[in-house]
C-alpha cells in the first residue's frame, strides 16, 4: 500500500491535493474511462469488459503444460485473450496540472496527447514533473513533498 503525502510549494500556498498521483482505469466497450479503486479492480474490469467473475484474478498462473487435456488448455487460451483484453483496455490517470491556465486534469500519459482541456496549452505537468521544481503558481518556491504519516 502506498504512503499518503502531500505535495505543497515551500514558498506560497500552492498545494496538490492529497493523495495526488492519479488512478487506474479501464476503457469501457463506448471509450467511457471507469476508474478503478483498490482492491475492487479486478472485478470492475470484469463487470466493464462483460469477462466472467473471477476470469482475471485466477489468472495468469498455470502456463500450459504439455499434458493438459484439450479442454484445459481451450480454457486457457480463452482466458487468455480475455486477460489480454483486459490489459489493453486498462491505464493509468495521472493527476496533472496545467502550468499555463492552472486547471486540474487527469491524462493517461502513455496514452494522451500533453494537452490542456481548457487552454490546449502543452505546459501540461503531471505530479512527478512537478516534484522537486519550481512552483507553477509563484514560480519561486519549489514544490516539496510532506510525509503525512497516512498510508492506504
Ligand atoms: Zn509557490
Ligand atoms: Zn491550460
Redo the contacts with the bound molecule.
Sequence with gaps: MPPINKYE??????ELPMGWGGVAYVESNDGKRITLTHPIEDSVRERVLNIPPGTLSSFPHDKPKWWWLKKRLNTYKKNKEMYDLARARSGFLSDCICIDCMQKQRLDLKKDERKCCSCSSVNVKSLRDLLGNL???????V?TEIKTGIWT
Aim: aromatic share 8%.
Design positions: 510549494c515551500n514558498a506560497c500556498e500552492f512552483c507553477p503558481k509563484c514560480k519561486k518556491g514544490i
